[in-house]
């Protein structure tokens, strides 16, 4: 089935494009709309998201669902405030959500991972939904599920990490439960990456091989480019044309570096996904 219209606002940004009034954040949230559903796509890092939807006239009393996009703490954080506005929802995401993670690099370790307790947002009014493959969550909106890695040169971060069983050791996050929401509109598949940890190709391949024959409008969110070595940019660029892409929003983890050269690149079809940007597509 596919959705009449999509309009998506973002709410959680590092950087805000206005209205005044708006908050920015290491994190990432957005809301999104179709003709029937409201969904909030991750929940930031819990410091702007009330702020801002307030102030960008988004009532998150009247969301269906919530969607998780990978369990980090800059997309999960604002999970309370939401559930104590709007009380029992959806919750989306894969079941590798509440995994203990680590950013590990040398002698530093910092926790990233979610920073509530399963029971606790279920307290809240959290009605969890796991799920691995993709799904089709309201009519025309799914959720990419796992996504297999296919390419060569989209690895997982190395400096993410999680503990053995035992706790003596950490070894590499493969990050399974990166996932995405895919909208099937008249105009094309609109896609809203998390952080794209799956890898921005890997997880277009997905959506191709799910979705035969549609054609991509606009694809927005964390790329996690800023992260990724010279080859393993020139190497996505290249990959990208082949998806003929209308408009990509870049935004979080593509870093302003990288978010310019995707601009050179692309001109006139890339813009920045900052807090307070609404598109619609039809």
């Given at each position: 089935m596919m959705a009449d219209r999509c309009r998506i606002t973002v709410l959680c940004e590092n950087s805000v494009a206005g209205p005044f009034g708006l908050?920015?954040?290491?994190?990432w949230a957005a809301f999104v709309e179709t003709g029937s559903s409201r969904i909030l796509f991750d929940?930031?890092?819990?410091?702007?998201?009330?702020?801002?939807?307030?102030?960008?006239?988004v009532d998150l009393r009247q969301i269906d669902a919530i969607a998780l996009s990978h369990g980090h703490y800059d997309h999960t954080s604002g999970l309370p405030q939401v559930l104590q506005v709007k009380g029992q929802v959806p919750v989306f995401a894969h079941p590798d959500i509440f995994l203990e993670r680590y950013w590990a690099?040398?002698?530093?370790?910092?926790h990233i991972g979610i920073r509530f307790r399963r029971a606790y947002l279920e307290s809240l009014g959290a009605c969890f939904?796991?799920?691995?493959?993709?799904?089709?969550?309201?009519?025309?909106?799914?959720?990419?599920?796992?996504?297999?890695?296919?390419?060569?040169?989209?690895?997982?971060?190395?400096?993410?990490?999680?503990?053995?069983?035992?706790?003596?050791?950490?070894?590499?996050?493969q990050l399974r439960d990166d996932l995405s929401m895919v909208v099937d509109t008249?105009?094309?598949?609109?896609?809203?990456?998390?952080?794209?940890?799956?890898?921005?190709?890997?997880i277009l391949k997905w959506c191709q091989a799910n979705l035969p024959g549609r054609p991509f409008h606009t694809v927005m969110g964390g790329t996690h480019l800023g992260f990724a070595r010279a080859e393993q940019f020139e190497r996505?660029?290249?990959?990208?044309?082949?998806?003929q892409i209308q408009r990509l929003g870049a935004s979080h983890c593509t870093g302003l570096v990288n978010a310019s050269r995707l601009y050179c690149a692309m001109g006139d079809r890339f813009f920045?996904?900052?807090?307070g940007i609404s598109l619609e597509v039809s």
């Amino acid at each position: 089935m596919m959705a009449d219209r999509c309009r998506i606002t973002v709410l959680c940004e590092n950087s805000v494009a206005g209205p005044f009034g708006l908050l920015g954040e290491h994190g990432w949230a957005a809301f999104v709309e179709t003709g029937s559903s409201r969904i909030l796509f991750d929940t930031g890092q819990g410091q702007g998201l009330l702020n801002n939807s307030l102030v960008l006239g988004v009532d998150l009393r009247q969301i269906d669902a919530i969607a998780l996009s990978h369990g980090h703490y800059d997309h999960t954080s604002g999970l309370p405030q939401v559930l104590q506005v709007k009380g029992q929802v959806p919750v989306f995401a894969h079941p590798d959500i509440f995994l203990e993670r680590y950013w590990a690099r040398g002698q530093v370790k910092r926790h990233i991972g979610i920073r509530f307790r399963r029971a606790y947002l279920e307290s809240l009014g959290a009605c969890f939904e796991f799920t691995t493959g993709f799904s089709e969550i309201f009519p025309g909106i799914y959720i990419t599920g796992e996504v297999p890695r296919v390419t060569d040169f989209e690895p997982p971060d190395p400096d993410m990490k999680v503990p053995a069983a035992d706790g003596s050791t950490m070894h590499q996050d493969q990050l399974r439960d990166d996932l995405s929401m895919v909208v099937d509109t008249p105009s094309g598949l609109v896609v809203i990456l998390g952080c794209a940890h799956a890898g921005i190709v890997n997880i277009l391949k997905w959506c191709q091989a799910n979705l035969p024959g549609r054609p991509f409008h606009t694809v927005m969110g964390g790329t996690h480019l800023g992260f990724a070595r010279a080859e393993q940019f020139e190497r996505t660029l290249e990959a990208l044309e082949e998806f003929q892409i209308q408009r990509l929003g870049a935004s979080h983890c593509t870093g302003l570096v990288n978010a310019s050269r995707l601009y050179c690149a692309m001109g006139d079809r890339f813009f920045h996904a900052s807090a307070g940007i609404s598109l619609e597509v039809s």
